[in-house]
């Protein structure tokens, strides 16, 4: 059998249609979307076409969509944006979570040089952080409130639409990292009433390099990325032209088979759970939510009878000798040996924390490769639970 990759929140394949779509941006139009010529304009329509595209798939104005470098730069530039645009006035304040993405937790701790106060909100168990807790925090000083929609280690699922409205009624931007969510679940900006969301590509079947940054039409924000003029002066750089028709393609695909991928990640989700009751009863637990997370991200953390941890990067490099790739932790810290910040924040424990695996789907796995999953787990368990009592 091919090596089984259930790796599919870190990246994913990217579909062939969408490379079908790319490939003429290559080499035939190729052009610099802002040059005057013929190959420039057939770029610049391709772009604007994306463009109305992506802001009709989540409910958006065409003038809200920045196309930027994906996920990381638009939670970047959603951050620093609005802090740079309303610290003046003395609002100074950051509200996040402890388990966001490095993407948006290194920003806001960036900012406190520049005199940001960072409020953390501490999640539930299940990785939850609630209006609420949100109403609470917010000041007078509250600059922007940046919470993501579903939290690529764990699966949880904010309750987004409660805390933009709490947000809106508080006059604070709203900023979520819905990097795991566009493509998965339906994410409509108007219904959630957000103020900035972030996307990127290669979590979906599409290329890596690119995304966008949604920033609802008067949001306090100023450009983060200086340059040209691309973007309506609102992020700087030659128009990356095959990776927005691949994003655009890729959005509208999951969009189309969202509920088939779904149906498709609630089977295989079943079928390894099941099989983990049957072959490890009492020596495995779900980290984060058992039901109401997103049915493709699965956290794993196991123990010995005894109660011992398991070593999780050994655990890993073992399956991967055997043909099965899983994660650590979320990509970006994966190599790194401290333990995921999200499931020492979630499991509080750090034994589990340690011996714990995240599983993600993709639309292209199957339940074959549940199987074979569990037959590799079993013998890799059963060797290192050996060594470990
Ligand atoms: C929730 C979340 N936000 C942001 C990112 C970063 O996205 P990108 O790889 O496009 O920079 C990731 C990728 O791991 C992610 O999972």
Same mark, same amino acid.
């Given at each position: ?49 994306? =463009? ?181 002066? =609102? =992020? ?121 695996? =995240? ?31």
């Amino acid at each position: 059998m091919d090596p089984v990759y259930f790796d599919n929140a870190a990246t994913t394949p990217v579909d062939p249609q969408v490379l079908e779509t790319m490939l003429p941006y290559f080499t035939e139009d190729f052009g610099n979307a802002d040059a005057a010529h013929q190959f420039g304009r057939n770029c610049k329509v391709a772009v604007e076409d994306a =463009r109305e595209e992506i802001a009709r798939l989540i409910n958006a104005e065409p003038s809200e969509i920045i196309f930027t470098s994906g996920g990381t730069e638009s939670d970047n530039a959603a951050i620093k944006g609005v802090f740079s645009a309303l610290s003046p006035a003395g609002k100074n304040e950051i509200i996040t979570s402890p388990i966001e993405h490095h993407a948006v937790m290194h920003p806001a701790e960036s900012l406190k040089r520049q005199g940001a106060k960072i409020v953390y909100l501490k999640p539930n168990s299940d990785g939850i952080i609630t209006a609420d807790q949100v109403k609470e925090a917010i000041t007078e000083k509250t600059a922007v409130v940046s919470l993501m929609h579903i939290n690529n280690e764990i699966g949880s699922i904010n309750p987004v639409n409660e805390i933009a409205a709490v947000c809106s009624e508080a006059g604070v931007p709203f900023h979520s990292d819905t990097v795991q969510s566009v493509g998965k679940i339906p994410v409509d900006v108007k219904e959630i009433g957000l103020n900035m969301l972030s996307i990127s590509a290669h979590k979906i079947y599409g290329p890596k390099g690119i995304g966008v940054l949604y920033v609802k039409n008067g949001t306090p924000w100023i450009p983060w990325l200086q340059g040209g003029s691309q973007e309506r002066r =609102r =992020r700087g750089g030659t128009s990356n032209i095959p990776g927005i028709v691949g994003l655009t393609k890729a959005m509208a695909l999951c969009d189309k088979n969202m509920e088939a991928n779904t149906q498709k990640f609630v089977a295989l989700r079943e079928r390894l759970i099941d099989g983990l009751e049957k072959r490890f009863e009492g020596k495995f637990t779900i980290n984060g939510p058992k039901d109401g997370g997103v049915p493709h991200i699965i956290n794993i953390g196991f123990k010995t009878d005894s109660n011992q941890g398991l070593d999780g990067e050994m655990l890993l490099l073992n399956l991967d000798i055997e043909g099965v790739c899983v994660s650590n932790g979320s990509a970006c810290t994966s190599g790194a040996t401290e333990p995921s910040h999200v499931l020492q924040e979630i499991v509080g424990d750090e034994t589990i924390a340690n011996s714990s695996i =995240r599983v993600s789907f993709g639309k292209q796995n199957n339940e074959k490769e549940i199987d074979f999953f569990l037959d590799k787990l079993e013998g890799v368990l059963d060797r290192m639970m050996k060594v470990a009592s």
